[in-house]
């Protein structure tokens, strides 16, 4: 089966400046997560989607954050405006309901450099 | 909420040696504990997992052992070959929080020829 799928691999961006990230989830996974995988360090996660509801954004920033999955599909997760300390590699991935609940699957994540 | 404190950082082993990571977790209702592999540049990637329900689970060369007691568990890869070489990160969620893992700070894997 497909892999989840994340574009863009690699943003340089300015500080204050906007950016939004891509998911694809693997087909007929009801649950997707955002993590955010600071260099040296597990992966933290920014939110979690059920279908397209939100189940968990406790760690999500939402002052500069937001994400959303419409259609209980794709996800976006954008940043505005970016600050020094998003630099990090932001990790998608999802998960079924029905079986393995906790079974995750994760993208080749994309990393962001704020200069 | 969960933290989880994963040991040591780094660890470096000879090429058939056996490895050792441990994991302390807070939280007495976590009951899913799965280890990913992360190679450099890499994504995840699930290698095992333990419920709270099994003392130890093993898949070949990996097995994973979890004293819920303690709330520790741990990684033992035997016969370690190069191509283990990687971070190794643990995690911990509970059902009641619908899958939300908390990763541990990583552990660097180097496994000499």
């Known amino acids: 089966e497909a892999g989840v799928a994340q574009s863009p691999r690699y943003k340089i961006i300015e500080k204050r400046q906007s950016v939004a990230f891509w998911c694809n989830p693997i087909?007929?996974?009801?649950?997707l997560y955002w993590y955010q995988q600071i260099l040296g360090q597990g992966p933290k996660l920014l939110i979690q989607?059920?279908?397209?509801?939100?189940?968990?954004d406790s760690q999500l920033p939402k002052d500069r954050f937001s994400a959303e999955r419409l259609k209980g599909v794709d996800s976006t997760l954008k940043i505005q405006p970016a600050k020094l300390e998003d630099s990090a590699v932001y990790l998608c991935?999802?998960?079924?309901?029905?079986?393995?609940?906790?079974?995750?699957?994760f993208g080749p994540g994309t990393r962001l450099t704020v200069t | 909420g969960e933290n989880v404190e994963q040991h040591p950082s780094t660890l470096s082993v000879q090429e058939g040696d056996s490895a050792v990571i441990k994991c302390t977790y807070s939280?007495?209702?976590?009951?899913?504990f799965p280890w990913y592999k992360q190679e450099l540049g890499k994504r995840p990637q699930l290698i095992i997992d333990?419920?709270?329900?099994?003392g130890e689970k093993k898949d070949q060369r990996i097995a994973v052992t979890l004293n819920k007691t303690a709330k520790h568990f741990s990684l033992h890869i035997t016969e370690t070959q190069p191509e283990d070489s990687a971070v190794y990160f643990c995690?911990?969620?509970?059902?009641?929080?619908?899958?939300?893992?908390?990763f541990g700070q990583g552990t660097e894997l180097s496994v000499k020829p």
């Open positions: 991935a999802s998960s079924l309901v029905e079986e393995r609940l906790y079974e995750q699957y």
């Open positions: 087909s007929g996974h009801a649950t």
């Open positions: 989607f059920q279908n397209n509801g939100v189940v968990d």
């Open positions: 939280d007495s209702a976590s009951n899913y």
């Open positions: 333990i419920r709270s329900n099994v």
């Open positions: 995690a911990a969620s509970n059902d009641n929080q619908g899958g939300k893992l908390i």
